[in-house]
């Protein structure tokens, strides 16, 4: 490694050679890049040893923290055994293990795994899958998708499809495919709930033969401003979606492993959709791998002769990757021995605590929270003042790593977070929220 590198000189290389993610480039000619040379813990470490909380854990995917002993070692030991093979006609330990790990704490009746690398790539098998298992029944004419309105399900062309925030889709629009919107419950609320669910049966009996799936984030959907809603619209999908034929797809990318304080999503509502979409805390936020669950009868769908043309023939070169899936196991073996979901109770407490300062704000419309995602929604602003550009730049200058969603401010900590970290977190945000 070269010592002699400071944030200068990576800013300046940088933009040289580089186009980031989700970035409008101009906007560096005055935001600062912020070249990370180290992280340990929440925190993340510059050049010239200024630190940031890591409020948001890395676009979701930080589980325990950046360079975790233990993950660390069992990747660096993965490392030196088998780093990759090919997994069509091949298999390995890790992704044995890991795949027998997650049927067992996922719930019911998701009995077989179906590797890829990121959450996108696995929303397209998820789709893919479902329209083939009508396919292969015979049941050529199930290929529209239904999505919840104010969804985001990732950015290749399937997933963008059943997505549905303007700012990621419209300019794509006319190479999109055609699928259908219902509505996302309005609230948090029982009764928004039971009105959602009546919109989605509805639709279903008007177009169910020609549906293949409904897609949801359950609980959560995070790049739809953090927008929440009551677990009782799973329990009353999965009923209409069991009566009609159609495929609950359970987008658990962002809210699997312990985010709304169960370890899946699903388990609120104690329902088993038909595919379970998971990645970012799959492998704790060092790796990409994602991976669909679905039940063997699917599974059985595709069972035959190879002449009978039915087989699933999707593939990535990376599909379970054997360091990932030891990051992977690794990440569980945290979750198991250290019974995260029950301690994690005591850490969304608290901030469910200190999110009460903020709705006292007069800027502040609403505060909410499911398990250990806390959003505070600001007020009164126009998009053009790119409000939460003004908090995010606070945030850094103070050494907390915010994002917010546009005018939506959140909170999606690692799990080691302490109440001391939580106490800066928060009330960075709070004094931005102040200044603004
Ligand atoms: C619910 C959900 N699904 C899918 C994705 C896409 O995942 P990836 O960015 O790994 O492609 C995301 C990403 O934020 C997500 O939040």
Redesign the pocket.
Known sequence: MNNNINNADLKNRDLDVLWHPCTQMKDHETLPLIPIKKAHGVYLEDFEGNRYIDAISS??VNMFGHTNEYINSKIKEQLDTLEHVILAGFTHEQVVRLSERLVALTPPKLDKCFYSD??????EVALKMSYHAHFNDGKKEKSIFVSLSNS?????IG?LSVGDVELYKDTYEPLLLKTLQTPVPKDMSLEAAQYAAKEFERLCQERASEISAIIV?PLIQ??GYMHMYNAEYLVLIREICTRFDVHLIA?????GFGRTGELFACEKAKISPDFL?L??GLTGGYL?L?VVLTSNEIYAKFYCDYSENKAFLHSHSYTGNALACSAANATLDIFENENIIEKNKELSAYMGEKLKAFITQENVLEVRQTGMVCAVELKGYKAEERIGLKVYQYGLENGVLLRPLGHIVYFMPPYIITKNEIDIMMDTALDAIKSL
């Open positions: 676009w979701w990121n959450g996108s790539s696995a929303v985001y399900h990732g950015e290749t997933a984030e995070g790049a987008d658990e990318v962002m809210v979409v990645s970012k990409p994602s």
